[in-house]
């Protein structure tokens, strides 16, 4: 029984509280009570930690979209994440445009110029597929998992601290008012003096005032630890920043990691879809008995333009032989280029120019003529004209 006499008496007195904080916020939203502004700098860590949680949560979404693009699989990794199990391991894009491709050549053969190349494009979307996992891999352990550790923790703490001293605040103002009131009433009652009844209670408020003050003191300290707790929890966001700094680092060397494996592979693709040999211009369907690496794109565009043109196409071959050789040559270009350096020149797709070759240059290059500019231009990008 004297339990439940507790709880009542707790619940009762919880009640209280819940309904006076109400009744105060009430009249300070219209403007019929006074509300304790908590310091500058409170405020401005406040401020500081709110702006903080906005945008991590706005880079930390944004990121995941980055990252995985597909939202029905987000939500799938998500859910698995809150039943605390692993999600089953899925093909990725590049993977499975890989796998596609590599099927695709397999059936035209491997010995046909666009089966091989097919393959050899396929396997570096392949590596390209698990470059991009890794990085996903790695940006969700060192980017990602941080951010996340700082909203559903360091800044829920901050939050619940925060809504606390929130409450202390209105328990303060509450104190206050409760004061206010009963030294003005003390003073309307001070000066009745005419009668004993207005004697009483002049006494009843004297005690009211006594109870006030005493309760003001006791909701100014509880106030004063509570923001004092909050400010110390405030203080560590500049903490939080410099650590989600070390995590932006390893987040871009994470990126600089996959776009320079990327682009290490299709520079290599690029060099093995070049070295194609010459029978595969002349007939698209021959079968090699040698496996050759893969057939040139712009070549294959190439003979298409010389059908309906009329020019004739110069294979890789004739322009080793032009090398070797100490004539010029027209040449149309297919593709625009635009030069490196000053040693190069720009090139603007179907002009022609004339070209020839330098003792000692690149195998790759020839040096190119237009007008009074001249500069090295790039085999694969031309298309000699008999």
């Known amino acids: 029984?004297?339990?439940?006499?507790?709880?009542?008496?707790?619940?009762?007195?919880?009640?209280?509280?819940?309904?006076?904080?109400?009744?105060?916020?009430?009249?300070?939203?219209?403007?019929?009570?006074?509300?304790?502004?908590?310091?500058?700098?409170?405020?401005?860590?406040?401020?500081?930690?709110?702006?903080?949680?906005?945008?991590?949560?706005?880079?930390?979404?944004?990121?995941?979209?980055?990252?995985?693009?597909?939202?029905?699989?987000r939500i799938e990794e998500f859910v698995y994440e809150k039943l605390d199990r692993k999600a089953p391991s899925r093909i990725n894009n590049p993977e499975l445009l890989g796998q596609y491709m590599i099927d695709a050549g397999t059936e035209f053969g491997p010995g046909t110029a666009y089966g091989n190349a097919l393959i050899k494009c396929g396997e570096t979307q392949k590596r390209i597929g698990t470059a991009d996992r890794e990085l996903i891999q790695t940006s969700a352990l060192n980017f990602?998992?941080?951010?996340?550790?700082?909203?559903?923790?360091d800044y829920k703490t901050i939050a619940k601290e925060r809504k606390l001293l929130q409450n202390k605040r209105l328990d303060l103002d509450a104190a206050k008012t409760r004061l206010?009131?009963?030294?003005?009433?003390?003073?309307?009652?001070?000066?009745?003096?005419?009668?004993?009844?207005?004697?009483?209670?002049i006494m009843?408020?004297?005690?009211?005032?006594?109870?006030?003050?005493?309760?003001?003191?006791?909701?100014?300290?509880?106030?004063?630890?509570?923001?004092?707790?909050?400010?110390?929890?405030?203080?560590?966001?500049?903490?939080?920043?410099?650590?989600?700094?070390?995590?932006?680092?390893?987040?871009v060397e994470a990126q600089m990691t996959y776009y320079a494996q990327c682009y290490q592979y299709m520079l290599d693709l690029q060099k093995q879809l070049g070295s194609f040999p010459s029978n595969y211009l002349s007939n698209n369907n021959q079968t090699s008995l040698t496996p050759v690496p893969?057939?040139?794109?712009?070549?294959?565009?190439?003979?298409?333009?010389?059908?309906?043109?009329?020019?004739?196409?110069?294979?890789?071959s004739n322009l080793s032989d032009l090398k070797e050789c100490s004539g010029s040559r027209k040449a149309r270009v297919l593709y625009d280029y635009d030069a490196a350096n000053s040693t190069e020149l720009s090139l603007l797709a179907d002009e022609v120019i004339t070209v020839f070759s330098v003792v000692g240059m690149d195998s790759d290059w020839l040096m190119g003529e237009r007008g009074n500019q001249k500069g090295k231009v790039p085999i694969t990008y031309l298309e000699l004209l008999n």
């Open 144 to 153: 990602l998992t941080p951010l996340r550790n700082f909203i559903e923790g």
């Open 180 to 201: 206010k009131k009963a030294k003005a009433a003390e003073t309307r009652n001070s000066q009745l003096n005419s009668a004993r009844l207005e004697g009483d209670n």
């Open 294 to 316: 893969s057939v040139l794109p712009n070549a294959i565009g190439s003979s298409a333009m010389a059908s309906t043109s009329g020019l004739a196409i110069t294979s890789p």
């Open 1 to 73: 029984m004297n339990i439940m006499d507790f709880n009542v008496k707790k619940l009762a007195a919880d009640a209280g509280t819940f309904l006076s904080r109400a009744v105060q916020f009430t009249e300070e939203k219209l403007g019929q009570a006074e509300k304790t502004e908590l310091d500058a700098h409170l405020e401005n860590l406040l401020s500081k930690a709110e702006c903080t949680k906005i945008w991590t949560e706005k880079i930390m979404k944004q990121t995941e979209v980055l990252l995985q693009p597909n939202p029905n699989a």
């Open 204 to 251: 009843i408020w004297a005690e009211e005032v006594t109870k006030s003050e005493q309760e003001l003191r006791i909701t100014q300290s509880e106030f004063d630890r509570q923001a004092e707790i909050t400010r110390l929890l405030l203080e560590g966001i500049s903490s939080t920043h410099a650590h989600h700094l070390r995590c932006l680092n390893d987040f």
